[in-house]
């Protein structure tokens, strides 16, 4: 399945029908990857630039070089996603310097799925401040055959079992977690245990209460601990921050903010998020996650209420665990409401529509890894700036990696990753009990804290003028 089909099932991370940790090291055999599918997997993989080229790397078949920052280069043929596919100027990271390859910080990647494959360990030919270093998987020869192929030394491979022996590679400095959802807390814990700042995938975990000993593990073994929420250094999602911000769209009234997809039962991804152990519940923590976070990145506020409702159909095997289709609805102080959906068994859509007291403004697609385009609409004239696609998860690993070096703290914190978790716990009451549920919480974050650390923005009020 391509990423443009199906962009919820590419965190392929080892599929399992257990939580049982022995099981999931046996289930990801099943995802063990041919040595010549690699080059059509890379072909997916989320876009390169000039930005990326780097130099000593091998030249791939358009003339550019790809470095991911270890010495390795990529196998020959290997090439940037091109402008016809993005309907976009060329991605680079132009935002930040690159530092020279022995000063980026050495990362691991703890899960060796297709997410992991096809967008994760690419990405770091687009990194300026990140390099990788480890890889850590149930699959021996998955493990070294990858390593091989990205330059990744012997001493830098892991199995699950023998994870906390990382704490011994110096040239380890931050570990990257794509498992299922159950097993984000227990490797999260070992990560910080062992002396490793953490990037875990969202959600952070199925409970407030595991989410709180991530935490707590990190602050107790002074480690930064990330939540890799993308779309928070994407640069469609930034501008429309600022131009909420700067009251181009003037007081927000309401914000409609949907994701669905065809969840294919085949897929191997499926097979975890259908396993209400593992995944922790459906389409909502799945997705409907992306429209959760939108809504409260965009207007800057945390919810205080939500009302909700879940329908899964009774005839579909598919969700005899988990569930399908989810529509809440967030109250912000300011008196805004988000209206959210999510579900498994709709053709594919994520976008999101803000509508204030001068204009409206849409993204569509809110949540892919490339393709965006944003639309301000004030009913006299109609903006689409063109603002230049990046890869996301080289900017979220390097924001990380920048923090650790300047010691400042990552913006998808842990309390981040918490809040959303907190919401969907109560967004879960209101459909069980069919009433509207207070969020309890005295979380809070700068609103402009996202759209400060983006120095090249573009200014939508500019080409408004224009």
Known sequence: ????????????????????????????????????????????????????????????????????????????????????????????????????????????????????????????ANSTHSRLAGLVSGNADKARQIAQQYGVAESGIYSYDNFDEISDNDDIDIVYIILPNALHEEFTVRGAQAGKHVLC?????????????????????DRKLMIAYREQFEPHNLAAIKAIREGMVGDVNLLSVNAGVSLDPEAPSAQWRLNKALAGGGSLYDIGIYALN????????????????IHSREDDPRFAQVEDNVAFQLIFPNGAVANCTSSYST????????????????????????????????????????????????????HLSRCVQDDTAPHASGEEGMQDVRIIRAIYESAATGEMVSIESDYERDPNLLIADSPNLPDVWQQSDS
């Not at 990145?297 to 205080?304: A, H, Q, R």
């Not at 594919?348 to 403004?361: C, D, M, Q, Y």
């Open 1 to 124: 399945m391509s990423e443009q089909d199906h962009h919820h099932v590419d965190r392929d991370e080892e599929a399992t029908f257990s939580i049982n940790r022995r099981r999931f090291l046996q289930g990801s055999s099943g995802a063990l990857l041919a040595a010549g599918a690699l080059g059509p997997a890379f072909a997916h993989a989320a876009a390169s630039g000039e930005g990326s080229a780097r130099s000593g790397g091998r030249q791939a078949s358009n003339g550019q070089t790809f470095d991911f920052g270890n010495g390795a280069t990529a196998p020959e043929g290997i090439s940037s996603v091109p402008a016809s596919a993005t309907g976009r100027p060329m991605p680079t990271l132009d935002q930040y310097d690159p530092v020279a390859p022995d000063e980026r910080l050495g990362w691991a990647v703890v899960g060796l799925g297709d997410f992991a494959l096809n967008q994760i360990l690419p990405a770091f």
């Open 201 to 221: 995938e969202k959600p952070m975990a199925p409970t407030v209460e595991a989410c709180q000993r991530m935490i707590e593990a990190c602050r107790d073994n």
């Open 294 to 309: 939108a809504s409260r990145y965009l207007l800057g506020e945390e919810p205080t209420q939500v009302f909700a409702r």
């Open 347 to 398: 053709p594919k859509n994520n976008e999101a529509s803000v509508f204030g007291t001068k204009a409206w403004l849409r993204m569509a697609p809110l949540s892919n890894y490339y393709n965006h385009w944003l639309i301000v609409d004030d009913g006299n004239q109609r903006i689409e700036p063109s603002i230049q696609e990046i890869s996301q998860f080289a900017a979220e690993m390097d």
